[in-house]
């Protein structure tokens, strides 16, 4: 089992900027790779960002690209999600998700550990 705590959100005004944190504990041993997902209220969660186990790899969707930066320290089981230039289109739970393989996924059901999300809210 893998346990993952978010931190780092709160209210931005837009154009501003966030650093989420993502901290893993339990079997921290497991070579998993790390994603990012959001929800917003009445809306599918969607992608947001995916790192290899390694950090070499990243993925983003054009939403995000560009604004977001994912980045992970495997020495203290914690992974990052650095959002600038925030939009109020950027409000939503954001969650932190891990998956038991060492490539990145953007799909939801590849992911085996969630953790419990964290408020993101820009305003205009």
């Known amino acids: 089992q893998v346990q993952l705590v978010e931190s780092g959100g709160g209210l931005v005004q837009a154009g501003g900027s966030l650093r989420l944190s993502c901290a893993a504990s339990?079997?921290?041993?497991?070579?998993?790779?790390m994603g990012w997902f959001r929800q917003a209220p009445g809306k599918e969660r969607e992608f947001v960002a995916a790192i290899s186990w390694s950090g070499r790899t990243t993925y983003y969707p054009d939403s995000v690209k560009g604004r977001f930066t994912i980045s992970r320290d495997n020495a203290k089981n914690t992974v990052y999600l650095q959002m600038n230039s925030l939009k109020p289109e950027d409000t939503a739970v954001y969650y932190c998700a891990a998956r038991t393989r060492m490539s990145v996924s953007d799909l939801k059901y590849e992911y085996d550990y969630w953790g419990q999300g964290t408020q993101v809210t820009v305003s205009s």
């Open positions: 339990g079997r921290t041993s497991s070579k998993c790779a």
